[in-house]
């Protein structure tokens, strides 16, 4: 790799490579010994195609949910079995991983700033901005760029566009999905809004078992299939159709408080 060698965004490699590697490095801890991330299916992550890849994933905090993700995969393609040990596996990172993230949140201060550097493909958002609720037109550079990514490598995405739980799954990921016809990994995450502050920067709680299923590819028709059916495929393969929400008594509640409690002694251990 040339030293000045730059991705399609017009990221220099050489420089994106080791922000990975010491953010991979400081943030590792997060998920290995701070609080425990409990990984499934590595292998899938492993038999991916180099390239249009579109992993969907629930979304918990701003920016910890990616790191685990980056994490994750290059834990996995250097031959990891569900596992996070041993943090050489960030030396030589998988470079072309993007996320689709909002364009203020990765505008919001040096840090985000520097994160973006990392992969992010930054939007504007059509339904909310600076906190308040907006109608505006998707814009076409952002489609594009989205295609770009795709073609580049594999690309994340957050497809409610929030942090909060069981909101709407947002059409645009359909129409990204029937455009540029990419393979599509569901991802379920759980934990984080337990153990990190909103933005996922902070350590909230320690000693919280973090989970990350990833799963098989949905299987969609890209010619018939509608955008609604394809909106539904993703909210039940991340879990967040309205049939998983459960209303629980404060008697149930406080059991599984318990039984995960259970699952968390290895902090104390």
Do not use: C
């Amino acid at each position: 790799m040339g030293l000045f060698k730059k991705n399609p965004f017009g990221h220099i490699l050489f420089i994106k490579k080791w922000i990975i590697r010491v953010f991979g490095v400081i943030s590792h801890g997060r998920y290995q010994r701070f609080n425990d991330l409990k990984i499934e299916g590595s292998e899938i992550i492993r038999d991916l195609p180099e390239s249009n890849v579109l992993f969907v994933s629930n979304h918990q905090t701003y920016f910890a949910d990616v790191a685990a993700m980056l994490h994750v995969f290059n834990a996995s393609l250097k031959g990891r079995i569900d596992s996070l040990k041993n943090v050489g596996y960030i030396w030589n990172p998988k470079l072309n991983i993007y996320y689709i993230a909002a364009s203020e949140t990765m505008k919001s201060g040096l840090l985000p700033k520097i994160f973006a550097y990392t992969g992010s493909i930054s939007i504007q958002r059509t339904w909310r901005s600076a906190g308040k609720d907006v109608n505006r037109q998707v814009k076409m550079s952002d489609i594009t760029n989205i295609g770009t990514a795709l073609n580049d490598g594999w690309v994340i995405t957050f497809p409610q566009g929030t942090t909060t739980p069981f909101k709407p799954i947002r059409r645009g990921t359909a129409h990204i999905i029937k455009t540029y016809k990419p393979i599509v990994i569901p991802i379920v995450i759980d934990g984080f809004r337990r153990s990190f502050d909103k933005k996922g920067l902070m350590i909230k709680k320690r000693g919280v078992l973090q989970s990350f299923v990833i799963k098989k590819p949905i299987e969609i028709d890209y010619e018939n299939d509608s955008m609604d059916e394809i909106v539904k495929q993703i909210e039940h393969s991340i879990e967040q159709h309205k049939s998983f929400l459960k209303v629980v008594s404060e008697k149930e509640y406080q059991k599984s408080e318990e039984e995960l409690n259970k699952q968390r002694t290895f902090w104390r251990d």
